[in-house]
């Protein structure tokens, strides 16, 4: 699969010094990129930040596009949240989707120049757009057994194909995400109040999944 590698190629260190030394190569790189943009980050600047020897660099990376992969899979795990996971009898449902959007949202906004430099990269270098296409698509998967689990529980509609349903509520968050935090809206300070993202996105996918306990609030 000619992709970016879920982790960096070489092995990881075998020592405490020298992950924390890759760690803070990580960290640093992660503030070049989002201060000069992919294109225009350096690899001295990187160290630099790092406060390492140039040298040191190759130690755990091969090149920018390495360090590049290592700063998304670490932002990816962060937003990889545990989601909706499994209601029980006790949890409401409504309670637990709203918790999941909310948390997704927050990691958005938290990795949201990352985002934008995952998809400019993405128009440029194929190996980028294949690591947000595996992106995506762990987010939709995930996405679909918790649907498919709350369609077997009852809780939402059994008429609906869980998988679609998961690429078609799930893109439409992320794209919600990107405009807000990211696109336009974000440039020009005129995205929505996040409470109000949040009671939204929610409503949409309660009413979409025909949840049975959603009450008076859809």
């Known amino acids: 699969m000619d992709a970016v590698p879920a982790a960096p190629a070489r092995q990881l260190p075998a020592t405490v010094r020298g992950a924390r030394t890759r760690a803070g190569l990580v960290a640093a790189a992660r503030k070049v990129f989002e201060r000069d943009g992919y294109l225009d980050a350096k690899l ?5 930040a790092a406060g390492c020897a140039t040298g040191s660099f ?4 091969a090149n920018k596009e390495e360090i590049f992969a290592a700063v998304l899979e670490q932002a990816q795990q962060d937003m990889m949240h545990p989601g909706m996971g499994r209601v029980s009898d006790s949890d409401d449902p409504y309670a637990v989707l709203e918790a999941s959007n909310r948390a ?5 906004r938290r990795n949201a120049q990352l985002m934008g430099l995952l ?19 762990a987010f939709v998967q995930r996405n679909a057994a918790g649907i498919a689990d709350l369609q077997a529980r009852g809780i939402a509609g059994a008429d609906v194909d869980p998988l679609l349903a998961s690429r078609a509520l799930s893109g439409m968050v992320s794209r919600l995400a ?9 440039a020009h300070g005129s995205g929505a109040d996040f409470e109000a993202l949040v009671a939204t ?3 949409l996918w ?8 959603v009450d008076n609030r859809t």
């Open 119 to 137: 998809e400019q990269v993405a128009q440029i270098d194929p190996k980028f757009r294949a690591f947000r296409a595996r992106r995506a698509d």
């Open 104 to 108: 997704y949202l927050e990691a958005y």
């Open 206 to 213: 309660a009413n979409a999944l025909q949840f049975r306990t």
């Open 178 to 186: 990107y405009g807000t935090f990211v696109g336009e809206e974000a």
């Open 58 to 61: 190759y130690t755990y990376f």
């Open 201 to 203: 996105v929610t409503r």
């Open 44 to 48: 001295t600047d990187i160290t630099k």
